[in-house]
């Protein structure tokens, strides 16, 4: 089992990203997938979820209508479309299922005041 995040780096506040997760070894239609963040000096947290049974969503709340989880099964990705970047928001992100197995390397993303 393998997830893998990519499509971080720098930039401004006010800007947009989208972060990519590959999946290999498992079926999107029998985890949640989850996106999660640890920002420099900060404990890891949960960013936003997918359901697998019906896609239904949860983000939390310092992200909410700011970051959005979609899924394509057939492709094996899961995306974090991130709009409305703050600098709070520099972190490295990692997805994984939800409850996390083991972590694979995240993606760094960096918000510039």
């Known amino acids: 089992v393998q997830l893998q995040a990519y499509g971080g780096g720098l930039v401004q506040a006010g800007g947009s990203l989208r972060l990519s997760c590959a999946v290999s070894g498992l079926s999107l239609d029998d985890y949640a997938i989850g996106w999660f963040r640890q920002a420099p000096g900060k404990k890891r947290e949960g960013v936003s979820c997918?359901?697998?049974?019906?896609?239904?969503?949860y983000y939390a709340d310092f992200v909410k209508g700011r970051f959005t989880i979609s899924r394509d099964n057939s492709r094996k990705k899961v995306y974090l479309q991130m709009n409305s970047l703050e600098p709070e928001d520099t972190a490295v992100y990692y997805c994984?299922?939800?409850?996390?197995?083991?972590w694979g390397q995240g993606t760094l993303v960096t918000v510039s005041s």
């Open positions: 997918m359901r697998e049974s019906d896609s239904t969503t």
């Open positions: 994984n299922t939800n409850p996390p197995g083991q």
